[in-house]
């Protein structure tokens, strides 16, 4: 197995909270789970620390980054730009299939959201902009929000769980649909932009709600 694949395999153990934020990260745990050897073990973690999703210190070994409130929420807002962009590119390149899966992501959202499962409505949102990602087919702006996720994991579901957020939610969504399907790229990167930036939003109430007062540095 090629290093990036070890890589990539210990990348989504992360994301997908197989690791917590600040956990130690063993070698000879990951070695038995990834099935290799320790060599390829520190490899994989050398690539993930570049990415920024974990940090290495000497002597004390490897854990996953934990990183700051200040730091999710500029992440946030970087996705932004970046998801705008493929928001946009998706309306130019989606095939009407691709189009049609995503009316159907749409209708598992407003499923879990009519059932109150805001779990399940966060899991179902992910893969709702992975898949505007990949129908952008914008490779390098694919590889930058992919970086960015990975390091805000902790984080992702936060700012559904602002009230009212799920409503508000659910139709930026639709917008975002809309804008791809009429094939306007412009709209689709200006619905996308809007929706991120309204996520910041109540990323930065949840935020203050439970660890007190916090204030996000904005410009402009």
């Given at each position: ?37 320790r ?8 690539r ?26 500029e ?10 962009l ?10 009407d ?5 995503l ?33 952008s ?14 390091q ?17 939610s659910?139709?930026e ?11 306007d790229?412009?709209?689709a990167?200006?619905?996308m ?28």
């Amino acid at each position: 197995m090629a290093d990036e694949d070890y890589a990539s395999r210990l990348r989504e153990a992360i994301t997908g909270g197989q690791f917590l934020p600040n956990e130690r990260l063993i070698e000879n745990d990951l070695a038995e789970l990834l099935g290799t050897n320790r060599a390829n073990v520190r490899t994989a973690l050398a690539r993930l620390e570049q990415e920024g999703l974990v940090v290495r210190e000497r002597n004390r070994g490897a854990h996953v980054r934990l990183i700051s409130h200040e730091e999710a929420i500029e992440i946030v807002e970087a996705r932004a730009v970046l998801e705008g962009l493929t928001a946009r590119y998706a309306a130019l390149n989606a095939t009407d299939e691709e189009i049609a899966e995503l009316r159907g992501i749409m209708q598992e959202l407003k499923g879990y959201y009519e059932a109150g499962g805001l779990l399940q409505y966060a899991n179902v949102n992910v893969r709702l902009h992975q898949t505007i990602v990949r129908m952008s087919r914008h490779a390098m702006a694919a590889k930058l929000i992919g970086m960015l996720k990975s390091q805000s994991v902790s984080f992702q579901y936060r700012s559904i769980l602002a009230p009212g957020r799920a409503e508000c939610s659910l139709k930026e969504h639709t917008d975002i649909l809309e804008a791809i399907a009429a094939r306007d790229p412009e709209r689709a990167e200006q619905t996308m932009r809007a929706h991120l930036d309204h996520a910041v939003e109540a990323l930065c109430r949840v935020i203050e709600s439970g660890h007190g007062t916090w204030h996000h540095r904005r410009t402009g």
